[in-house]
């Protein structure tokens, strides 16, 4: 069964500090996503790409977050200087179809940031 | 504006009884529903979708039923599995992105 990767598992960095988040989504998928979860909080929507520029972003993606896919095959997710409200796990997604309708998103198991 | 919401934090069912969850939402212009579930360490997992047409979907044991003039939809699984146990969520589609409600708990007891 094909599978979304992220990397790191566990990230643990220094408020101010720039942090990259990884993501390898399923190949054939064309819409990718991050979304993230505030520990107790619900999963909340930060951004959807697809054809290699953003189609929609939340007002948490702030000018602090970016994505880019670059080689045709990661997905990150940047984050320019830390805050500790920034603490979080971080979901990327995919999916094959706009909307992710039929088939649902397709997400990895997540990357816990840690800003201490 | 929490526009998902799922008010039952918890639920515990015996194993073989049917398991409901429910979900709530305002938005009228959400054109998709859907549930996943979630164990703990993974992401969440697709299990069931329906259109906001429809007021029915069924997939083996699971079963989403939406009625749209109460804007609310359950999540029916029967007979429930000890390995049900986990968190589920239920999401709402507008213009290709989902809104997740908090999620539910659900324990199955052997």
């Known amino acids: 069964e094909p599978e979304v990767t992220q990397t790191p598992s566990h990230q643990v960095t220094q408020m101010g500090q720039e942090v990259i988040l990884r993501c390898v989504p399923i190949?054939?998928?064309?819409?990718f996503y991050w979304y993230r979860q505030i520990l107790g909080q619900k999963v909340e929507f930060l951004v959807s790409?697809?054809?290699?520029?953003?189609?929609?972003k939340s007002e948490i993606f702030d000018d602090q977050f970016s994505v880019e896919r670059p080689d045709g095959s990661n997905f990150t997710l940047k984050i320019r200087s830390t805050k500790l409200e920034d603490s979080a796990m971080y979901f990327c997604?995919?999916?094959?179809?706009?909307?992710?309708?039929?088939?649902?998103?397709?997400f990895g198991s997540g990357t816990r940031l840690t800003v201490v | 504006d929490q526009q998902v919401k799922q008010n039952s934090p918890s639920l515990s069912v015996q194993e073989g009884r049917i398991s409901i969850l429910n979900c709530d939402y305002t938005?009228?212009?959400?054109?998709?529903f859907l549930w996943y579930k979630k164990y703990p360490a993974e992401g969440p997992t697709f299990l069931i979708s329906i259109s906001s047409i429809k007021d029915k979907n069924e997939d083996g044991r699971f079963t989403v039923f939406l009625n749209k003039s109460a804007k609310h939809l359950s999540l029916h699984i029967v007979p429930s599995q000890p390995g049900d146990s986990a968190v589920y969520f239920c999401?709402?589609?507008?213009?290709?992105?989902?809104?997740f409600g908090d999620g539910t708990t659900l324990t199955v007891k052997p």
């Open positions: 997604a995919s999916s094959i179809e706009f909307g992710a309708t039929n088939y649902g998103y397709t």
């Open positions: 790409f697809y054809n290699n520029e953003i189609s929609e």
């Open positions: 190949s054939n998928h064309l819409y």
């Open positions: 938005n009228s212009m959400f054109d998709y």
């Open positions: 999401a709402a589609n507008n213009a290709g992105k989902s809104t």
